[in-house]
């Protein structure tokens, strides 16, 4: 989706499971490059190289979903969940992209593409200089919120891997 200065590229969906895998197999986690600061202090205190929901085991990768593992390959375009900023922040530096702020979502609502844009069923992160803390922007049916306004906004640490926690990503 573009601007009117069409100089912003926000993705309609959220970034998915398989885009994720993507990250990690090409080496995200253990890329120091791709990780802020703040990211590798988090990193070096992670017990895993993955998301904390997901596991690899017989060369098959997991995602837990509440009690039970779901296979990745039977979800792979649904929105990747439960990721921290940390994790976001690295993604965005492999793919070379951003995440959005509070205005590129205004853009979007006060647009035409607003009824083509995908609301993903996550908190998604939005992109902040605060050191320990950002902002997310949506709702989730987890929490019983699917809301298409741009003004709810939640506030969760950084570190955090909730569930219903993904994003999406512009490109400048």
């Not at 039977?74 to 990747?80: C, G, S, T, V, W």
Request: charged share 15%.
């Amino acid at each position: 989706i573009l601007n009117n200065n069409n100089k912003l590229f926000i993705q309609i969906n959220c970034v998915s499971n398989i885009d994720f895998l993507n990250f990690i197999l090409d080496n995200g986690y253990s890329t120091t490059k791709y990780w802020s600061n703040n990211g590798l202090k988090w990193l070096n205190n992670y017990p895993k190289n993955i998301p904390y929901f997901w596991k690899f085991s017989n060369n098959i990768w997991y995602l837990k979903q509440f009690d039970k593992y779901i296979k990745i390959s039977d979800i792979p375009y649904l929105p990747i969940q439960n990721i921290s900023y940390h994790e976001v922040e690295a993604y965005c530096n492999y793919k070379n992209v951003k995440l959005p702020k509070l205005k590129h979502y205004q853009i979007i609502s006060s647009e035409q593409y607003y009824d083509q844009f995908y609301f993903c069923n996550v908190w998604e992160w939005m992109s902040t200089n605060n050191k320990n803390q950002a902002q997310c922007f949506g709702g989730s049916l987890y929490n019983k919120l699917l809301i298409k306004n741009i003004n709810n906004k939640k506030i969760f640490n950084k570190s955090a891997q909730h569930y219903f926690t993904g994003f999406r990503t512009i490109k400048i």
